[in-house]
């Protein structure tokens, strides 16, 4: 048989990944409340299924036979002008930029992956590192290193105390340096705001210092703000990158990406947006449109979708209502049973901390918790594919029908709590076996001594597991 490329061989040879690996099982037995109600429940693809009737109402509305004939050849391959007109007024609305957004800032790709990796080529050289605060989106490694060889550097922020996943100057000038000390040129700061997976969102100081700290050392500033309409607390003060304070100090440095896959609901429609003033990254990102565009029906479909401002009034309503009402389901449930989680205002996910039902909080611990949650029914996705600084953290979809994540909250429950007891009698099991060693040693005072630390640990987790599950 003839050889692949390199390249090839590079990519198919590495490890099995495991989301891919969790979704393909998923998808092998997809949970459906009457078709297959002990099949895998989903909350680990991160996808709104809380609008499609909306989108359909409107959908049923558009009228493809009312296309200019234009609009099946060849158009603008960065999207059309009047899409990318619509898209410019639709973000000036949305964003609030301190300078105005015109058609010429608005690049329009397959997707925001695309645009992240587009984005990449243009701005590093292969071997070059992007610095991402930690737990990050999993897909922006993918992004960065799989075809354009761009090294992703975690910097990795507290997961508890008062710092517990804040940003701070610190972080990044540690960060930037070690990557220098390792002889990797950074060349840019990657964000995502809303946060993914945290459900957060930066608030206008540290963006105004993360801006200052790319400006200072010569870096980008790409800010993915996909969720921008999907900041569903009233008491959430998100802002975007382009509407700081100093925005234009820095507005050559700064790059935003947005997209339909979450604030529509529209992760197959496969569209997203860069947006940027730096000329040169204008010039260098149309010249890619050959191998990034969007089929044109699709564009004149969303530009229906966004100039319509009664339905999208609703649209953004509505999303809110569903994300909040699931988002205190499930916090008033976590709360409940003791389960610690970082209260999210913004995005489609919860950030949850299993940590204390874990043996040894390691990766391995962490990785079998998921694997009983598979078992179970329940797609989580695990810290670790988040390059998270501790194990034992899991991010869960809310963006679901209300029933189901209320099932899911139920399997999550007998999970954690299975997998605790195992855990309580693993310890026990263990107890008993360094018991025995200390009797055959024929030593009393060791003897004495292990019972009684034994006794404490013992007595100290199952206080533990009794605080974290009470129901
Ligand atoms: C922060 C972030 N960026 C990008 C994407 C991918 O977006 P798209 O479907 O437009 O490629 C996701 C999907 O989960 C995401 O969470």
């Known amino acids: 048989m003839p050889s692949l490329s390199r390249r090839a061989c590079t990519k198919s040879k590495g490890q099995p990944n495991l989301l891919h690996t969790a979704w393909y099982r998923h998808h092998q037995n997809p949970y459906h409340p009457q078709q297959n109600p002990d099949g895998?429940?989903?909350?680990?693809?991160?996808?709104?299924?809380?609008?499609?009737?909306?989108?359909?109402?409107?959908?049923?509305?558009?009228?493809?036979?009312?296309?200019?004939?234009?609009?099946?050849?060849?158009?603008?391959?960065s999207g059309t002008d009047a899409f990318r007109q619509k898209l410019s007024a639709?973000?000036?609305?949305?964003?609030?930029?301190?300078?105005?957004?015109?058609?010429?800032?608005?690049y329009v790709m397959n997707g925001c992956g695309t645009v992240i990796e587009t984005i990449g080529r243009s701005i590093c050289n292969e071997g070059d590192g992007v610095l991402i605060p930690a737990p990050y989106y999993t897909g922006f490694k993918s992004d960065l290193e799989q075809r354009i060889a761009v090294k992703t550097i975690p910097v990795h922020?507290?997961?508890?105390?008062?710092?517990?996943?804040?940003?701070?100057?610190?972080?990044?000038?540690?960060?930037?340096?070690?990557?220098?000390?390792?002889?990797?040129?950074?060349?840019?700061?990657?964000?995502?705001?809303?946060?993914?997976?945290?459900?957060?969102?930066?608030?206008?100081?540290?963006?105004?210092?993360?801006?200052?700290?790319?400006?200072?050392?010569?870096?980008?500033?790409?800010?993915?703000?996909?969720?921008?309409?999907?900041?569903?607390?009233?008491?959430?003060?998100?802002?975007?990158?382009?509407?700081?304070?100093?925005f234009h100090k820095y507005r050559d440095h700064i790059h935003v990406v947005w997209g339909f896959s979450k604030d529509f609901s529209l992760s197959g429609f496969r569209v997203g947006v860069a947006i940027t003033k730096n000329e040169e990254l204008q010039h260098d990102l149309g010249?890619?449109?050959?191998?990034?565009?969007v089929s044109t029906v699709t564009q004149y479909i969303l530009e229906e979708m966004i100039t319509d401002s009664q339905w999208l009034d609703k649209l953004v309503q509505i999303n809110h209502q569903r994300l909040q009402q699931n988002r205190n389901l499930v916090a008033k449930k976590l709360s409940q049973t003791n389960i610690p989680f970082v209260y999210p205002k913004s995005g489609l996910f919860v950030w949850i901390n299993l940590s204390k039902c874990m043996e040894d909080q390691s990766l391995q611990n962490e990785t079998e918790l998921f694997e009983q949650l598979m078992n179970n029914g329940l797609y989580l996705v695990p810290g670790q594919a988040f390059e998270t600084k501790e194990n034992?953290?899991?991010r869960m979809i809310i963006s679901n029908e209300y029933q189901t994540v209320e099932l899911a909250l139920k399997r999550l429950l007998k999970t954690v709590r299975n997998f605790s007891s195992d855990f309580v009698q693993s310890i026990v099991r263990k107890s008993i076996t360094f018991e025995e060693i200390g009797h055959r040693r024929g030593s009393t005072e060791t003897v004495v001594a292990l019972e009684t630390s034994i006794r404490k640990l013992r007595n100290k987790k199952q206080k533990e597991m009794s605080q974290f599950l009470i129901e």
Request: hydrophobic letters at 35%; proline letters at 3%; one cysteine or more.
């Open 40 to 77: 895998i429940i989903n909350l680990g693809t991160a996808e709104n299924r809380l609008l499609f009737d909306l989108i359909q109402e409107k959908l049923a509305d558009i009228k493809l036979d009312q296309m200019h004939e234009d609009y099946t050849h060849y158009c603008k391959l």
């Open 90 to 106: 639709f973000f000036n609305r949305f964003m609030h930029p301190q300078e105005k957004i015109v058609e010429q800032d608005v």
């Open 157 to 246: 922020l507290d997961c508890q105390g008062k710092q517990a996943f804040q940003i701070t100057l610190q972080k990044l000038e540690e960060a930037l340096e070690g990557a220098e000390d390792s002889g990797i040129p950074v060349k840019a700061l990657l964000l995502s705001n809303p946060n993914n997976p945290l459900g957060t969102v930066y608030t206008e100081e540290e963006l105004e210092m993360m801006a200052e700290f790319c400006y200072n050392n010569d870096l980008h500033l790409v800010c993915d703000e996909i969720y921008l309409l999907s900041v569903y607390d009233q008491n959430a003060s998100f802002k975007s990158l382009l509407s700081i304070k100093n």
């Open 287 to 293: 010249s890619q449109g050959y191998y990034t565009s």
């Open 392 to 394: 034992g953290w899991f």
